[in-house]
T-cell receptor, first 111, second 115 residues
Framework: GENVEQHPSTLSVQEGDSAVIKCTYSDSASNYFPWYKQELGKRPQLIIDIRSNVGEKKDQRIAVTLNKTAKHFSLHITETQPEDSAVYFCAANQAGTALIFGKGTTLSVSS | DGGITQSPKYLFRKEGQNVTLSCEQNLNHDAMYWYRQDPGQGLRLIYYSQIVNDFQKGDIAEGYSVSREKKESFPLTVTSAQKNPTAFYLC??????????????FGDGTRLSIL
């Protein structure tokens, strides 16, 4: 089955810096890769997703890149702000089942 | 998302007791999911359902049971066989179009603890 590895587990940056979180997946049949943000005690919320027919997708300060050959995808947050502080999860779909999530990255943005 | 309602928000289980977590959605989604969240473990899939009267085990189904009698509802029962039930439980739903390749929308979760 699908296995999703996420790194780093914690990330601390200064306000205004960029943050990058990386994930690798094992199932070459996976074709959908969402990223979720979860604030403390709240539900995960989708922030961006990418499908396997696209190499990059951007939404304001957030971008995701996908390398199908290497089976890895990354989340890039530019000009970080304190409100970006949260836990971020990557996921990949396992064919015929559901999303498999990484273990999460706790991002702390200090001002 | 206001379209997925989980209840109760907090739940306590006594030794040997079965408890049921409720999940209701009004998004007209066909697929529904249950995840368990433990600190540092991410979200682990317990059960999922693509259509009414059908559901499949996820990675950690032991000690749990579900039913899907209505499209809107996907309750999860934590049985006494689940020896370590303390966790945050999240329900999600998604549109059809292939299980797992559509955005999932989550409820606010239920936090279960042992008395």
């Amino acid at each position: 089955g699908e296995n999703v590895e996420q790194h780093p587990s914690t990330l601390s940056v200064q306000e205004g810096d960029s943050a990058v979180i990386k994930c690798t997946y094992s199932d070459s049949a996976s074709n959908y890769f969402p990223w979720y943000k979860q604030e403390l005690g709240k539900r995960p919320q989708l922030i961006i997703d990418i499908r396997s027919n696209v190499g990059e997708k951007k939404d304001q300060r957030i971008a995701v890149t996908l390398n199908k050959t290497a089976k890895h995808f990354s989340l890039h947050i530019t000009e970080t702000q304190p409100e970006d502080s949260a836990v971020y999860f990557c996921a990949a779909n396992q064919a015929g089942t559901a999303l498999i999530f990484g273990k999460g990255t706790t991002l702390s943005v200090s001002s | 998302d206001g379209g997925i309602t989980q209840s109760p928000k907090y739940l306590f289980r006594k030794e040997g007791q079965n408890v049921t977590l409720s999940c209701e959605q009004n998004l007209n989604h066909d697929a529904m999911y249950w995840y368990r969240q433990d600190p540092g473990q991410g979200l682990r899939l317990i059960y999922y359902s693509q259509i009414v009267n059908d559901f499949q085990k996820g990675d950690i189904a032991e000690g749990y049971s579900v039913s899907r009698e209505k499209k809107e509802s996907f309750p999860l029962t934590v049985t006494s066989a689940q020896k370590n039930p303390t966790a945050f439980y999240l329900c999600a739903s998604s549109q059809t179009g292939g299980i797992g390749n559509q955005p999932q929308h989550f409820g606010d979760g239920t936090r279960l603890s042992i008395l």
